[in-house]
């Protein structure tokens, strides 16, 4: 399972985004192997140009499985952050709330450097594209 980061989707969105990430984003579809979380659905659909758009696109993400952002995925999205800041590393909120809803259920794919940073720091399983 992988976890998709919106800035993959956001990629592949793109009318003339990167060919690498479209075919990868197609075939984990394909596979049905992608998965989705709030923060991304959020992140996502606040780019939508119009109503049209953020409908296709709430339809597209809201029909994955979706990964909980629940107690435990809050915990642990603090404790990491805690760790990063006493180590001189920044990681923004919300990716540390995608880490940590990525980790021990799915593979976060993503094209964002903070998430290697992240990954190196706590061993999130992650990939880059």
Known sequence: MYLIDSSLWIEYFRPHGSK???DRL???LRREEGCCCGVIVVEVLRGAKTEKD????WEALASLPQLPIDEAVVEQASKWGFLLDRKGKTA???DLLIA???HKNAKLIHIDSDFEM???ATGLDEERL
């Open 20 to 22: 690498k990430v479209k």
């Open 26 to 28: 197609k075939e984990i």
């Open 54 to 57: 953020w409908n296709m696109l």
């Open 92 to 94: 923004s909120t919300t």
């Open 100 to 102: 940590s809803a990525a």
């Open 118 to 120: 992240i990954g190196a």
